[in-house]
């Protein structure tokens, strides 16, 4: 029967996850460094303040049907409670 190793706290996954990453780097440079021109080409590419202005406008579109069915809740709630 194997036990379960003991579970290891989120700093300690993080700092070993960068551990894993800087061995990776440090065996194969090339692959890190093509890696990191990918990633900030496709980053370049996206339009990232567009996608957040989405974002954001979306949240603001959304706030006023949830604002409201939460006072509705509330006002259901309170005179359930009054009720009683």
Known sequence: MELDPPP????EKVRQSFADIEANVHKDPLRAALFAAGGGFILSRLPLLAIFAGLVRLAFWL???ALLVLGIAKIVELSRAKNS
């Open 63 to 65: 706030i006023r049907p």
């Open 8 to 11: 290891v706290s989120l700093p």
